[in-house]
């Protein structure tokens, strides 16, 4: 079912099961369905018209993990598994649907020696692709072009995605000094250039995160802590219920909290 802010605006029947699925702005949908020993990508436009199909082997082309959409739904990145002399390996995929004639066709392979979990369009033609220990992005186009890669100091426990930037949150590599105690975890955030835009340490217990520009937002399943990019910490609070998620809110210092029994809005004074 496919909604706006207006209500119901289409209903797709599919054949097979669902993978994986993707929407654009427009409402342009791309589906991955299972089937047997190979995988098949529809885009389909909101009111159920197929656009395009493509079908790909597990044996040869690998097992989907991932994709990522463009918002103007003209765009595909799609992470596959590949397994190669023993060895776990990605393979990321690039279509451009702009053209009608050559849509079928791949804009742009690359192969990494690791998973890559996660595809994200920043921009209309920016891909970046989060890796276990480093992060890629790319300018999609008739062709693709690798802009950047980025590697980090340790295996990532946690990414977390803004406007403008990227946030690796992994175990802290550093070594306490005699009679010092170091904390557990370090962040590093990085623009989508590759520069550096802040880093700390910290030492709360935490299952997820989100964030702003502006503010990092560590939670559990009661307690709550938020950070500056600087890592000055600016809230810390154990709530009654358990937590199920802590978002931005739309206005600076406002905060959703979503819990077991309600919908909460947070302001910080």
Known sequence: YIFNQSGLKGKLALEKPIQDLRISEQGV?????EDGAANQMNLYSKEGQMLVSIKVTIASGGYPLTMALSEDGTHLA?????FSGGKVKSKLV?????????????????????????LEFVDDRTVLACAETSFYTYQ????????HSQTFPAEAKSIFITEDRIGVITKNPDI?????????????VYRFSGTKAGSFTFDFDYKLVSASDKDIIFYNDQECEMYTYRGHKKFQYEFEHKIESVLP?????????LDQQSVKTITLK
């Open 29 to 33: 949908v791309a589906v991955i369905l």
């Open 78 to 82: 799609v992470s596959y598994i590949l």
């Open 94 to 118: 690039f279509y451009d649907f702009s053209n009608k004639e050559t849509s079928g066709t791949p804009s742009g392979i690359f192969e990494y020696d690791e998973l890559i979990p996660r």
């Open 140 to 147: 999609c186009g008739a062709t693709v072009l690798q802009n």
């Open 176 to 188: 306490a000094k005699e009679g010092r105690t170091e904390d557990n975890y370090k962040v590093q």
């Open 249 to 257: 809110g739309n206005k600076s210092g406002e905060y959703i909290l």
